[in-house]
């Protein structure tokens, strides 16, 4: 079966200070990863995707993404938070099927 | 590149009434298209997905339908809506890009069912 669990709801950082947001997947196949961003009253904007070249993926607006399969986690990172970045952020996972399977969102606030 | 339009924005309609979503998709023929509901502070709920005119997969029973009239086109229904219905919907398209299918999500519907 397939899942992704995103482990805390709310995240609370300082504007400048790193960006944690912590995705952990499971798949009986090599999973297609996926980080979405979503600002409010808005559809969803890919941030990155992890297709199995490179398991450090970079994205837009300055966040990156590992993929660890000793850990089963596909993290997203900043270095350095901006208010800007405030917005509920998706992890997702699709195998080979027709079928996407979303986390249910971490609610990123940026404190200045 | 694709582009997803939903209609309406916004939507508020009384309990008991039916209701239409469109969805309309330009700039790719032939798409999967989903409908996904977002309830208030939850996650992405998939509702339908299509791979074609006239193919529609429901993954959740419940008293929506969802229909494919034309290949770009996907549109959500109900006879009667529920206060349960309330949410963000939305439509959604999957696309080939840098070595995976990806998904690429339209602007969403809010309904408010009162």
């Known amino acids: 079966a397939q899942s992704v669990t995103q482990l805390g709801s709310h995240v609370s950082v300082s504007e400048g200070a790193l960006v944690l947001l912590r995705c952990n997947y499971s798949s009986s196949v090599p999973p297609y990863l996926f980080w979405y961003v979503q600002y409010p009253n808005q559809g969803l904007q890919l941030l990155l995707k992890y297709t199995s070249a490179a398991t450090l993926v970079k994205g837009i607006n300055g966040f990156e993404a590992e993929f660890k399969k000793s850990e089963t986690s596909f993290h997203l990172t900043k270095p350095s938070a901006h208010m800007s970045d405030a917005a509920e952020y998706f992890c997702a996972l699709r195998n080979t099927g027709n079928q996407f399977y979303f986390g249910t969102g971490t609610s990123l606030t940026v404190i200045p | 590149s694709q582009t997803i339009h939903q209609w309406p924005a916004t939507l508020v309609q009384p309990v008991g009434s039916p209701l239409s979503l469109e969805c309309t998709v330009e700039g790719t023929s032939n798409p999967n298209l989903y409908w996904y509901r977002q309830a208030a502070g939850r996650g992405l709920q998939l509702l339908f997905y299509s791979v074609g005119i006239g193919q529609i997969s429901s993954e959740v029973p419940q008293n929506l339908s969802a229909s494919r009239p034309q290949d770009r086109q996907f549109i959500l229904s109900s006879k009667k809506l529920l206060l349960s219905d309330s949410g963000f919907y939305l439509c959604?398209?999957?696309?080939?890009?840098?070595?995976?299918?990806?998904?690429?999500f339209g602007p969403g519907t809010r309904l408010t069912v009162l």
């Open positions: 959604a398209l999957r696309r080939a890009s840098g070595g995976t299918d990806t998904q690429y």
